[in-house]
């Protein structure tokens, strides 16, 4: 890899030879569109699709009509956002209680907080145990409640079950979100287990390409509207205008929720990736490695626990980035910053950390030498 040493997995994964192979196998050899087409190549392009949504649901336990393609988990929270205030399925969000984290990341926390103000809409905070773990002990009332399964600054797995049904006791109609894109990376998915009526990843984030992610809807046919209109997702329109009362009937889920031509390779990538995430979880005894080592530096300080999917520090009397720039110009790739999770920052009193993230391409050889270099910068 050039001398380089790529410790960023949780910002995103290098990609597996065979989603790269697949890929180009496809984009070379059998290209079409999706659901456009009854032509030899666009009927196999279909079952390409099909099969990959189903790949999708059995790796978390769902079934197909469930699995919604997007572009990211971003891109799934948005959506989720308009799909659920949407008063022609009789809810909408305006007055409702938002339960949100401050292990949120923005992707997950903001698309929620922004709406809040025109709708007025209360939001709480789900509490935080000691050790920053969300505590379902004494959860407020809530309409929704957004759940980061994983923090991306944390690095430890939330008991996503007892949190909703924790929830569900307060209020048995709350709907529950859930932000899966670390938590994916390291542990099997059981939405059914869950229980939750929403939940976001993104492919890129487990091996596969940029521009795809997974929305799972529990009751898709309770959504009635979906936030997005065009081709792919209409079965019939009589009339000729809008406001010549004309009857626009949609496809049943998921193609109503998919309008618009798909990320097609990226989709056809996909199981390739979830086939080689499976037998390959980053391996974490590189990060307790980490944790043992640069603990005994005084100047480095953990915010990570040892378990933790991910190390999480910063260094005494040095800026952030800083050590970012200087650990750069020695090949070492990490992350620095507030790595999108403000809100957890300024818990820690903190302005920023730096993070290391491991994949299944990394040795101990990478991580001791990142290791060498960290202590040399810091000496
Ligand atoms: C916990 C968490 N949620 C959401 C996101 C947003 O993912 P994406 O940028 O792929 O939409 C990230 C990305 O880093 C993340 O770590």
Redesign the pocket.
């Known amino acids: 890899m050039n001398n380089i040493i790529y410790l960023d997995a949780?910002?995103t994964s290098l990609k597996p030879e065979s989603v790269i192979k697949t890929e180009m196998d496809f984009l070379r050899h059998s290209y079409a569109n999706a659901g456009r087409g009854i032509c030899a190549r666009a009927s196999a392009v279909d079952n390409m699709v099909a099969a990959a949504r189903m790949r999708t649901a059995k790796f978390i336990n769902a079934v197909p009509n469930q699995i919604v393609f997007t572009s990211?988990?971003?891109?799934g929270i948005n959506r989720i956002v308009k799909i659920i205030n949407e008063s022609v399925c009789g809810y909408s969000l305006k007055n409702k209680t938002i339960m949100v984290s401050d292990l949120d990341?923005h992707?997950?926390r903001l698309p929620f907080e922004i709406l809040s103000k025109s709708l007025d809409c209360k939001i709480v905070l789900c509490p935080l145990d000691a050790e920053y773990n969300l505590d379902c002990s004494d959860l407020p009332y809530a309409d929704v409640f957004v759940i980061?399964a994983m923090?991306?600054v944390m690095g430890r797995a939330q008991d996503v079950a007892r949190l909703v049904a924790a929830a569900r006791k307060k209020n048995p109609d709350v709907i529950t979100v859930v932000?899966a894109?670390?938590y994916v990376v390291h542990d099997k998915i059981d939405v059914k287990k869950w229980d939750c009526d929403f939940m976001c990843f993104?492919a890129?984030?487990i091996g596969a390409d940029t521009g795809l992610?997974i929305m799972y809807i529990k009751n898709p046919d309770r959504w009635i509207l979906p936030d997005k209109f065009g081709g792919g997702m209409v079965s019939k329109i009589t009339g000729s205008t809008v406001t010549d009362n004309y009857n626009l009937q949609l496809e049943p889920a998921p193609a109503k929720f998919e309008a618009g031509t798909l990320p097609i390779t990226q989709i056809i990538g996909l199981p390739m990736a979830i086939d080689y995430l499976e037998s390959n979880r980053p391996n974490l005894e590189l990060i307790k490695y980490l944790h043992d080592r640069l603990s005994k530096n005084e100047r480095i300080k953990i915010i990570t626990s040892r378990d933790a999917t991910m190390f999480t520090f910063y260094v005494q009397d040095m800026h952030v980035l800083d050590f970012g720039a200087l650990i750069g110009a020695r090949g070492v790739c990490l992350r620095v910053g507030n790595m999108?999770a403000s809100w957890m920052h300024k818990l820690l009193g903190i302005n920023g950390t730096a993070r290391i993230s491991v994949g299944w391409w990394n040795s101990f050889d990478e991580v001791r030498c990142a290791a060498d270099i960290i202590e040399e910068i810091i000496k």
Do not use: E, F
Request: aromatic residues 0%; charged residues 15%.
């Open positions: 949780a910002a990211g988990t971003t891109d990341h992707s997950a980061a923090s991306n932000d894109a670390q993104s890129h984030k992610g999108c």
